[in-house]
């Protein structure tokens, strides 16, 4: 069936260094990713999306890669600071007109 | 801004209550879902809804139905509250089905 996980459920970050959350996906027609932050008692917000037309895609901070080759989606955040101290979650759509399909999240925490 | 917005930020309701948890988005959008989220579970989606008046079963449906009369209000209803059904709901809304805009979320604990 289809499934998203994650290789790292948490993973400690000292403040200033880089930050790389990975995501494994499993249905090879999944056509569009995404990645959302949840920080302690709010709602999931989008960070970035990328389509399998793309390999790279940048925002503030944040780049996302995409790796169709090993099903491989990463979330790479630069220069983490306290506030990126969150669960991260990735998101594949595997068919058109589907709901997206979450993976079961990273807890990124933030060492100052 | 896009505004979800769930009408309870926490809710304790007894073993067998009718709850209903509702769900307005201000953005004209058509797709609605609602998620809800468990330690360890991530997210799991129960009904979600492209259309008035049409609902689709999610991955976990049982204990729940939804209503959806009007473009912007998705409702979720567990018909018997069960102590089961104690965790986090998270409302969300789309124009497609790709970007979702969540709310805030409701902390539901059925004692």
């Known amino acids: 069936g289809e499934s998203v996980g994650l290789h790292l459920p948490t993973l400690s970050v000292q403040e200033g260094d880089n930050s790389i959350i990975n995501c494994a996906y499993s249905?090879?027609?999944?056509?569009?990713f995404i990645w959302y932050k949840q920080e302690s008692g709010k709602g999931p917000q989008f960070i970035i999306d990328?389509?399998?037309?793309?390999d790279k895609r940048q925002g503030q901070r944040v780049t996302v890669l995409l790796n169709k080759t090993v099903k491989h989606l990463s979330l790479q955040i630069a220069a983490t600071q306290p506030g990126d101290s969150a669960v991260y979650f990735c998101a594949e759509n595997p068919r058109r007109n589907t709901p997206l399909v979450f993976g079961k999240g990273t807890r990124l925490s933030v060492i100052a | 801004d896009v505004k979800v917005t769930q009408s309870s930020r926490y809710l304790v309701k007894r073993t067998g209550e009718k709850v209903f948890l509702e769900c307005v988005q201000d953005?004209?959008?058509?797709?609605m879902f609602w998620y809800r989220q468990d330690p360890g579970l991530g997210l799991r989606l129960i009904y979600f809804?492209?259309?008035?008046?049409?609902?689709e079963k999610g991955d976990i449906p049982e204990g729940y139905s939804v209503s959806r009369e009007k473009k912007e209000r998705f409702s979720l209803i567990l018909e018997s509250a069960s102590t089961n059904q104690t965790s986090m709901y998270l409302c969300?809304?789309?124009?497609?089905?790709?970007?979702?805009?969540f709310g805030s979320g409701t902390q539901l604990s059925v004692l």
């Open positions: 969300a809304s789309s124009p497609l089905n790709e970007k979702l805009f």
């Open positions: 990328i389509r399998s037309n793309m």
């Open positions: 249905n090879s027609a999944s056509d569009y």
């Open positions: 953005m004209d959008h058509e797709n």
């Open positions: 809804s492209y259309d008035v008046k049409m609902k």
